[in-house]
Nanobody, 116 residues
């Protein structure tokens, strides 16, 4: 089964940028719907961005639209989340998700902290 490992999180100042990576193994990431979720302390996990299998259509939560971009590199079997104009409210653990035939797979998460 596919395994997902996130990286690229860290501490960044408001207005800064980060790029998260989700490296897949044990499966071809592009045959899955790929998504990013996040969970802030004391809050439920929420959808951030998604990219469909194959065709590459994308969708975003309203809170990140215009600031975040999801993409996929099939050659590297990796999904990315480019995050620009970061705000303190973007602080959360970010999780990579892959879905195929209603079965979901999750990574372990990577912490993003936006603070001055």
């Amino acid at each position: 089964q596919i395994q997902l490992v996130e990286s690229g999180g860290g501490l960044v100042q408001p207005g800064g940028s980060l790029r998260l990576s989700c490296a897949a193994s044990g499966g071809i990431v592009s045959i899955y719907h790929n998504k990013w979720y996040r969970q802030a302390p004391g809050k439920e996990r929420e959808f951030v961005a998604g990219i469909s299998w194959g065709g590459g259509s994308t969708n975003y939560a309203d809170s990140v639209k215009g600031r975040f971009t999801i993409s996929r590199d099939s050659a590297k079997n990796t999904v990315y989340l480019q995050m620009n104009s970061l705000k303190p409210e973007d602080t959360a653990v970010y999780y990579c998700n892959a879905v195929r035939n209603v079965v979901e797979y999750w990574g372990q998460g990577t912490q993003v902290t936006v603070s001055s």
